[in-house]
Antibody
Framework: EAQLVESGGGLLQPGGSLRLSCVGSGFTFSNYWIHWVRQAPGKGLVWVARISTDGSSTTYGDSVRGRFTISRDNAKNTLYLQMNSLRAEDTAVYYC???????????WGKGTTVTVSS | QSVLTQPPSVSAAPGQKVTISCSGS????????VSWYQQLPGTPPKLLSYDNDKRPSGIPDRFSASKSGTSATLDITGLQTGDEADYYCGAWDSSLYAVVFGGGTKLTVL
């Protein structure tokens, strides 16, 4: 069974940095695009970023472009999200999700919580 | 303000049918595939439908999705109390070059 497990969330101050990780298992990690999606408390889903199978292509949502960097290490079956210049509005549960053929997400992790507050 | 527009809430009685709409534009729904997700309270989203109208294995045929023009719909028949959840539509937006989601629809089974 395909699984994704996120980690690395925490509480930090505005302007800080954090790196999230997502480990995949039960499927050939290197064959799939992977996404990050976030959800602020009580709010809807917001797409953050995606990365191609070999990491050569990345795409970001407007709200994080220039501050966040998505990367992957296929040898470790691990996806990363480097988050810099964090703002209060980045507070959310961050999910990693395995990508399907046409931009859908068919396997989701349980999420990791990031709280940005002074 | 979400790029895709969904009603904030819908409700129906057990056993009945409900339809959730998702409205977009030519840059997203009109020219790209639509997916639907179910999010039960306190859990991550779960894929309900992809490529406009396909169901992943394990999703009951009570859930059916369709697309017409720049709108999509998710029909749920034979409603059960366990269907109470938030439902989201999603699609690629060719102009924004991003995945976009609807704001979500909260389903209440009365």
């Amino acid at each position: 069974e395909a699984q994704l497990v996120e980690s690395g969330g925490g509480l930090l101050q505005p302007g800080g940095s954090l790196r999230l990780s997502c480990v995949g298992s039960g499927f050939t990690f290197s064959n799939y695009w992977i996404h990050w999606v976030r959800q602020a408390p009580g709010k809807g889903l917001v797409w953050v970023a995606r990365i191609s199978t070999d990491g050569s292509s990345t795409t970001y949502g407007d709200s994080v472009r220039g501050r966040f960097t998505i990367s992957r290490d296929n040898a470790k079956n691990t996806l990363y999200l480097q988050m810099n210049s964090l703002r209060a509005e980045d507070t959310a549960v961050y999910y990693c999700a395995k990508g399907g053929t046409y931009y859908y997400m068919d396997v989701w992790g349980k999420g990791t919580t990031v709280t940005v507050s002074s | 303000q979400s790029v895709l527009t969904q009603p904030p809430s819908v409700s129906a009685a057990p056993g009945q049918k409900v339809t959730i709409s998702c409205s977009g534009s030519s840059s997203n729904i009109g020219n790209n595939y639509v997916s639907w997700y179910q999010q039960l309270p306190g859990t991550p989203p779960k894929l309900l439908s992809y490529d406009n109208d396909k169901r992943p294995s394990g999703i009951p045929d009570r859930f059916s999705a369709s697309k017409s023009g720049t709108s999509a719909t998710l029909d749920i028949t034979g409603l059960q109390t366990g269907d109470e959840a938030d439902y989201y539509c999603g699609a690629w937006d060719s102009s924004l070059y991003a995945v976009v989601f609807g704001g979500g629809t909260k389903l209440t089974v009365l």
